[in-house]
């Protein structure tokens, strides 16, 4: 069981990046997936996230309406699509997964399978 997250980059402030989170798991469409990021000196946080119970997408109010979460229509991969990028978007983004439906998507200790993470740093 393997995630792989790509797509990082250095970006200016109001611009974009897509980040992709790719699974060897056959059966990932019925994971509950996340994106969490942790920048320098702080706790890791969650960005958004995918219950596998009803299909339903978490979105940190940071990042509502300028973020959105998807998986792709193969059900390998789930994708982050980030826009108007602020400087405080900066931090090493993480993907995660795990099979149980039983909890909130939000809540990082739950996940038992992490990617090593990407860097996103938004600078001028």
């Known amino acids: 069981v393997q995630l792989v997250e790509s797509g990082g980059d250095l970006v200016q402030p109001g611009g974009s990046l897509r980040l992709a989170c790719t699974a060897s798991?056959?059966?990932?469409?019925?994971?509950?997936v996340g994106w969490f990021r942790q920048a320098p000196g702080k706790q890791r946080e969650v960005v958004s996230c995918?219950?596998?119970?009803?299909?339903?997408?978490f979105y940190a109010d940071s990042v509502k309406g300028r973020f959105t979460m998807s998986r792709d229509a193969a059900n390998t991969a789930v994708s982050l699509q980030m826009s108007s990028l602020k400087p405080e978007d900066t931090g090493v983004y993480f993907c995660?997964?795990?099979?149980?439906?039983?909890?909130?998507?939000?809540?990082?200790?739950?996940?038992?399978?992490w990617g090593q993470g990407t860097q996103v740093t938004v600078s001028s």
């Open positions: 798991m056959s059966d990932f469409h019925a994971y509950t």
């Open positions: 995660a997964a795990d099979p149980s439906p039983y909890f909130f998507c939000g809540h990082s200790s739950e996940y038992k399978t």
């Open positions: 995918i219950s596998s119970r009803d299909g339903s997408t």
